[in-house]
């Protein structure tokens, strides 16, 4: 294969432009000529392609974002609306294609190969970590990173002011983010949409915490687990003592990604030039046990099955 292309795709995510950086410089290694789509599939169905160089990823190995631009593009799902991003580019003579993305951006990928022979690879890039199929995704790290800075400044300020905190943060349906900030932030309760909670529960313990003077508390909120605001009023009613509501929103998505994306980064773009060099079929890869897999795309699809229960629990039980 002489000439591949690389996009990103759906939620931007640290680590992205390392992936970028890895996939063009892996190519030009093999003497291939490498290509940049901006906007994900939006700019592949309008034909946004850019020829990259090695200059092109230079200082790009620690900014967070994607300097190829991402998007959304509902319309993908359409199959003409798909003949119109191979025939750009088929334009360009382009033959494999990377794409950088989540669930989503893998349906898509799924698609261009199913229905038009394309051969894609799929490197797993969220925040969300939401993909079963891998142990982690690109920018997972760095987003729980971000968050966890987050809770230890609310800490500071609750610990001063004896109050409840709950912060809510990104995830999509998936508890992991949650989950692993929750721990590594010493949060009293992590509430995720993977397991059932009982707010009650939680004002009564809350309200049994301040009686023998533990008078602060943290609540992880998962975004697909509930609203925060109405969350927040039920257990300050329940339990008499304010809740005060913090949402994290998009500063988790930005930021200079961690040492374990920049590295995840490199074995994914690598992997996946090796993978469209040997002209294999199209697949996503991951990372299982720290060794580099690749699955098929239809194995992708369907429900997630790997939410961690163990550590759920060791969240609750050192938080108390
Ligand atoms: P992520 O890739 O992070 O899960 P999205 O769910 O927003 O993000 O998906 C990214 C893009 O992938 C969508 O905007 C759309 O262009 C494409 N996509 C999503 N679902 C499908 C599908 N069922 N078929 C084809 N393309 C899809
Ligand atoms: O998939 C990444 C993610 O940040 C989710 O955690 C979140 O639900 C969503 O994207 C937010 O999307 P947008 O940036 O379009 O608001």
Redesign the pocket.
């Known amino acids: 294969m002489d000439r591949i292309a690389v996009l990103t795709?759906?939620?931007d995510a640290p680590g992205m432009n390392a992936c970028i950086r890895a996939v063009v410089r892996s190519a030009l290694n093999n003497k291939m000529d490498i290509y940049g789509v901006e906007r994900?599939?939006?700019g592949l169905v309008k034909g946004e392609i850019k020829r990259l160089n090695t200059r092109s990823v230079s200082d790009m190995i620690h900014k967070g974002g994607t300097f190829l631009s991402t998007?959304?593009?509902?319309?993908?799902?359409d199959i003409e609306v798909?003949r119109q991003a191979v025939e750009a580019l088929s334009a360009y003579g382009i033959e494999g294609l990377v794409v950088i993305?989540?669930?989503?951006?893998?349906?898509?990928a799924k698609?261009l190969s199913d229905n038009f022979g394309i051969r894609v690879m799929g490197i797993p890039g969220?925040i969300?970590n939401d993909l079963s199929y891998t142990d982690y995704t690109v920018g997972f790290d760095t987003a729980v990173n971000t968050v966890l800075w987050a809770i230890n400044n609310l800490r500071d300020t609750f610990h001063s002011h004896d109050r409840v905190g709950l912060l809510e943060v990104m995830g999509r349906n998936c508890g992991d983010i949650a989950v692993y900030a929750g721990v590594a932030g010493g949060a009293e309760y992590v509430l995720v949409p993977e397991v059932p909670y009982n707010l009650d529960k939680i004002a009564s313990s809350i309200k049994k915490s301040y009686l023998r003077g533990k008078t602060s508390n943290m609540i992880i909120l998962a975004e697909g687990a509930g609203n925060r605001d109405e969350i927040a009023e039920y257990i300050a009613k329940k339990s008499g003592i304010e809740v005060k509501v913090t949402n994290f929103g998009h500063i988790q998505r930005g930021g200079s990604p961690n040492m374990a994306d920049r590295v995840l980064a490199a074995r994914f773009g690598y992997k996946a030039v090796e993978l469209l060099k040997e002209k294999k079929e199209s697949c996503a890869i991951g990372i299982r046990d720290n060794k580099v897999i690749t699955v098929p795309f239809s194995e992708v699809q369907g429900t997630r099955d790997k939410f961690d229960t163990e550590l759920y629990n060791i969240a609750h039980i050192l938080g108390l």
């Open positions: 795709s759906g939620g994900g599939y939006a998007a959304r593009c509902p319309e993908f799902k798909q993305g989540g669930d989503g951006t893998f349906r898509g698609d969220t969300d």
